[in-house]
């Protein structure tokens, strides 16, 4: 999986350039950066199912620790977890909710009081690990494959995504009786697919649907193998 998916360049520029970039257009790369989000169904998917019942004021109290005349913060070690925070913090910047500079001033405030470093540091600590866990979770649940005609070829994609979600398949943390169901179903799809089946694709894609409907935390999965079907 060493092909650049075209879906992550821009928002992987748009972090790199906020690392290096200047403490006086911040505002504006933090917009862009929840844009390009917005606009990737990929991406906005990723994001919304880590911010499923979280509460970023009781995070952002845990992570803060008092320093002297300003805080420190610590983000967490979960990559869902940090998305769902840096994401939380970066709506509120982008809102007014929270004044960046006055946040940064308190949190990243340099021994030199140099805006500049303040920002870098900023920028370091928060933008990297977000960068990092948005790619490492994107890896999880897209397959990147480097052939065009197999990415055009829906029937090869969704034999891919099924591997990776049986492969996953724990993490979904399932009853037995719903591991069992939807390993079933999964294994129907993958047959099907290979032989080029479409009505008893689009069969098992309904009951998929259904599935992950009454049981949300595989809706993602399914979400996944519906994006087989898209150019």
């Given at each position: 999986?060493?092909q650049?998916?075209?879906?992550?360049?821009?928002f992987?520029?748009?972090?790199?350039?906020?690392?290096?970039?200047?403490?006086?257009?911040?505002?504006?790369?933090?917009?862009?950066?929840?844009?390009?989000?917005?606009?990737?169904?990929?991406?906005?998917?990723?994001?919304?199912?880590?911010?499923?019942?979280?509460?970023?004021?009781?995070?952002?109290?845990?992570?803060?620790?008092s320093e002297?005349?300003?805080?420190?913060?610590?983000?967490?070690?979960?990559e869902?977890?940090i998305?769902?925070?840096?994401?939380g913090?970066?709506?509120r910047?982008?809102?007014k909710t929270?004044?960046?500079?006055?946040?940064?001033?308190?949190?990243y405030?340099?021994?030199?009081?140099?805006?500049?470093?303040?920002?870098?540091?900023?920028?370091?600590?928060?933008?990297?690990?977000?960068?990092?866990?948005?790619?490492?979770?994107?890896?999880?649940r897209?397959?990147i494959?480097?052939?065009?005609?197999?990415?055009k070829?829906?029937?090869?994609?969704?034999?891919?995504?099924?591997?990776?979600i049986?492969?996953?398949?724990?993490?979904?943390?399932?009853?037995?009786?719903?591991?069992?169901?939807?390993?079933?179903?999964l294994?129907?799809?993958?047959?099907?697919?290979?032989?080029?089946?479409?009505?008893?694709?689009?069969?098992?894609?309904?009951?998929?649907?259904?599935?992950?409907?009454?049981?949300?935390?595989?809706?993602?999965?399914?979400?996944?193998?519906?994006?087989?079907f898209?150019?």
């Amino acid at each position: 999986m060493n092909q650049v998916v075209h879906d992550l360049i821009n928002f992987n520029t748009a972090c790199d350039e906020f690392v290096n970039g200047k403490y006086i257009l911040a505002e504006v790369k933090i917009s862009s950066l929840l844009n390009i989000i917005a606009e990737d169904d990929k991406l906005r998917n990723i994001v919304a199912s880590t911010l499923e019942n979280y509460d970023f004021k009781e995070n952002l109290i845990k992570a803060t620790k008092s320093e002297g005349n300003g805080y420190s913060l610590t983000l967490p070690t979960d990559e869902k977890e940090i998305i769902a925070f840096v994401y939380g913090l970066f709506y509120r910047f982008n809102n007014k909710t929270i004044d960046f500079y006055d946040f940064i001033s308190q949190y990243y405030k340099s021994d030199d009081e140099n805006p500049g470093k303040e920002f870098y540091n900023f920028a370091l600590a928060i933008i990297t690990p977000f960068k990092d866990a948005i790619n490492s979770i994107y890896s999880k649940r897209h397959v990147i494959v480097e052939s065009d005609d197999y990415q055009k070829n829906y029937y090869n994609k969704i034999i891919t995504a099924v591997k990776l979600i049986v492969k996953n398949i724990d993490n979904y943390k399932l009853k037995m009786n719903e591991k069992e169901e939807f390993t079933m179903l999964l294994n129907s799809l993958y047959l099907a697919s290979q032989k080029n089946d479409k009505k008893l694709v689009f069969s098992l894609m309904v009951g998929l649907d259904y599935f992950s409907r009454c049981n949300k935390r595989t809706r993602n999965a399914y979400l996944t193998l519906e994006e087989c079907f898209t150019n």
